[in-house]
């Protein structure tokens, strides 16, 4: 589904990033860990074509990302509340995403409905913008547009931050359904090692911009990334 | 502590993003600086024989200060819109241990150094100096000097109550013209004669120093109400927190005619209505329409017809320029989510654009009364909205291309550069001079009504070429994606 090939970037001549190859599959639900400036939202920004790479590039469905825009229809991501509209309520954000991914506001309102217990009442109908909500509530505002329209792909940078336990959860919930159930490519970074374990089926660490770990998700992986990163802790 | 503070203060100048390149303006403004201090000493030094011609039997002394009056309420106007209470980034410090009210001390305290407060002293020290010449007693004038300094100062805090009483609504300006405006017509017509009551007010105390206990009294409490309002704001959930608007929700239905571009229409409705920045540009439309009953009245605008285009230009596209002059980083703080979303920049810009076009015919049909002002007036308003249309959309648009200043849209408008780099002071260059000059050669060579033909003529041609235009643009904006996505993301 994704392929990573040969994939730089540097500012300034330092290097941020740098994937010789990497190859997500279609339905794959996969982690990105690694400490911060390690690369994650730098590669999740590439994936977006919100940068330009040094060198190499990504395919999204044999679609190079940063030479069509035909990857976009079948894309979604939430990285952080820049991706909300301040001005906005929830559901005005929702509807105008639908619409941008050709959903009226009935289909809208079906997939919005399911999240109901997610929101917790916290979100639809509260007669307050976006910018007025709470960082949780808005990060969870922004995950759950992300899935409007029946997205191939979905990016999600740090979704487990900011949100309290139960929500944290439910959302590990909703991923796993996602990949498992509706065969969508799920893509997610995380600092916390135990909610990626549980959620995802590969685990990719990145360190100073390269992948030094792919692990595919077994009872041993929360001990093994545990020990790795507390392994670089001691040095 | 005071120390700390000062230094927090000048990191926070010199390592601010904007620092170097908001250096022009900063040079700018220190221009405007000389210019009224130089305006201000040179009223204190021709005070006196200017008053002494104008008024010969009358004691310039006395005469002056019947004029306070005056000064203080144009003071304080002008305060209220140009001095703001300098702010301080408090969050951080809350936790840490400062007394709360040193932090508002010092806040207060560094107002009494605002510009606003010295620029009279330029005036009042030579009309002092003046008059001590002039043999008037020393005691009395230097006593003088002090009650006019001490006025300044309270006219410094009694701002900073006004304004936080009056709130941060919209037209907030409007309690403060309408009591200077109710004082200066008691004044005026001589209801009650304030002026002559300050007056008498001022010589006294001049006259009598023990009386100076006054005005200081009214100084000390002005600064301890302050003191109150500030201290009660020093905390996290009241005004550093930012107020929850009620949502004012509205079926914009009416978009869907617009057919694809209806989610980009809505969007900037809602953006134009709920935000202060850009609802303030929906305020200027209203004084801009006025703007033609300062020259029209005139009889000696009326044989020069570039005039009419002027201010055709102006009235039917001040939405135009104003809204226009910031495309599109009115998005810029969901500029990335835009850009990683299914949407083709062209539905997105051509929203822009009827927006824009469609604002030109509202004013000019607004503006159609204009006509009793003579025909050519309407005529010339008609050419100017039809290249509005035809040209200055796509001149808006095109510049918007290079924008790359990001807008915090809550941020109050008035005499807010925020987002205003050097490409807008261009891109208003073509839009109001280009006209002049192609209507003043066709006026100057045939006559008016072919000037303003060949300004319908170009609009035209504009919009006949709407879609070859728009791809254009649309393709300028395409390849400075990631420069604007680069630049929105930074805070200035």
Redesign the interface.
Known sequence: MITTTNLSKKYNGNQVLNIEHLEIPKGQSFGLVGNNGAGKTTYFSLL?????PTTGCITSNDIQVNLSEDW??F?S?F?DE????????AE?YFY??G????QNKADVDALVNEFEDFFHGEILHQ???L??LSKGNQKKAGIVAALI?NPEVIILDEPFANLDPTTQIRLKNIIKDLAEQKGVTVLVSSHDLMHVTDVCERIVVLEKGEVVKDIATSGETLHELESYFAASAEV | MIKHFLNLEWKQFTRSASFGKSLGLKILMGFFALYFILMFLALGVGMFPMLKKIFPERDPFVMFNSFIFYWILGDLVIRFFFQKLPVMSVKPLLTLPIKRGKIVNFVLGKSALSFFNFLPLFAIVPFGVTLIFNNYNVSVILIWMLTIFSITLINNYLNFIIESLSAKTELSFLPIIGVSGCLFALNHFEIINISELLAAGIQAVANNPLLLVVPILILIGLYLFNFKILRDKLFLDSSLK?K????N?SNLEWTKKFGDI??FM??DL??LW??KRPKSSVWMLFLGLFYGLVFYPNPTYQDKPFFFIIIGIFITGIFLINFGQFIPAWDS?????L?????KYKQYLKSKYTLMTLSVIILFVLSIPYVYFGWKILLAHFGAAIYNIGVNTYVILYGGSFNRKKIN??EKAAFNFQGTGAVQWIIGLPLIVFPIIIFSIFNYFFSFEIGVLALIILGLIGIVFHEKLMKFITKKYLASK?KM??AF?QEN
Do not use: C
């Open positions: 977006l074509d919100l940068i330009q976009k229809p894309t991501s990285i820049s991706f909300l509209i301040g001005y906005l309520t005005e105008f995403i619409e941008l991914r050709g007669k307050k913008y910018r007025d329209g | 930012t929850t608007q009620e949502v929700a209806a989610p809505q969007l809602k953006l709920r935000n703080g969901y500029y990335k989510m850009m990683s979303q299914n949407i849209l809550n990631y996505i680069a993301d």
